[in-house]
């Protein structure tokens, strides 16, 4: 049973044209995690929610946006992509953000191509 | 969060162990060592975690040095399907928020 469910898996959008990435999670955790992950490099942190609160990340830029609504969804949303945002974006939960022991699930990602 | 050291690529016989290298030579007393893989097309998924003494589980088995500095995943029979990019990551109390701080990670093929 998937536990961090993102829609949709490949997303195609135009240069400059907001686009929105969705991720949901039955497992009730508190913490919901972003990342960016470009072709053959490491997944990357853009931000995160640690219940309402928002922690974003000091290097990610002022086009990338979060919003989550309520304990199941998180929502990226791009203002304006460009050609270097085409990457795959991946979701994460895990129940505390600061436990060394804690264990992050992710999503399967979404894979943004901008034309 | 510590910095880690891994080999770019390994190759394995499927069926066969697989031990995959992480130097961390400067972890602190308090970093706990994570694995994550990553298959193909898919997010990122936990493997194993310790802190000082070895660890098993269904997964793979992780080896600590006494010294700390080093730790090594062990499958002991590789499938296809653990084909995949293997993270070492170190995470202490101190770190960002708890978060995951990936290096390049360990591309491991596995030959039938």
């Known amino acids: 049973d998937a536990m961090v469910i993102q829609n949709p898996r490949y997303q195609v959008t135009q240069f400059g044209k907001p686009v929105t990435l969705s991720c949901s999670q039955t497992?009730?955790?508190?913490?919901m995690y972003w990342y960016q992950q470009k072709s053959s490099q490491a997944p990357k942190l853009l931000f995160h929610?640690?219940?309402?609160?928002?922690?974003n990340e000091a290097d990610t830029p002022d086009n990338f946006q979060s919003r989550r609504p309520n304990t199941s969804f998180c929502f990226l949303d791009i203002r304006s992509p460009g050609l270097g945002d085409a990457a795959m974006y991946l979701c994460?939960?895990?129940?505390?953000?600061?436990?060394?022991?804690?264990?992050?699930?992710f999503g399967p990602g979404t894979r943004l191509l901008v034309l | 969060d510590a910095k880690t050291t891994q080999p770019n690529s390994m190759e394995s016989n499927e069926e066969e162990p697989v031990h995959l290298p992480c130097n961390h030579s400067?972890?602190?007393?308090?970093?706990?060592i994570h694995w994550y893989r990553q298959l193909p097309s898919q997010g990122p998924e936990y493997v194993i975690h310790?802190?000082?003494s070895n660890v098993n589980n269904r997964m793979a088995s992780l080896a600590i040095a006494e010294d700390r500095k080093s730790s090594t995943l062990i499958l002991h029979r590789a499938t296809l399907r653990d084909a995949a990019v293997y993270y070492c990551?170190?995470?202490?109390?101190?770190?960002?928020?708890?978060?995951?701080?990936f290096g390049k990670g360990t591309k491991l093929s596995v030959k039938p």
């Open positions: 994460a939960t895990s129940r505390d953000p600061s436990g060394t022991q804690e264990t992050q699930y």
């Open positions: 497992l009730n955790h508190n913490v």
């Open positions: 929610y640690y219940d309402k609160d928002f922690n």
């Open positions: 400067t972890i602190s007393g308090t970093d706990y």
């Open positions: 310790g802190l000082t």
């Open positions: 990551i170190l995470r202490d109390l101190g770190g960002s928020q708890g978060n995951l701080i």
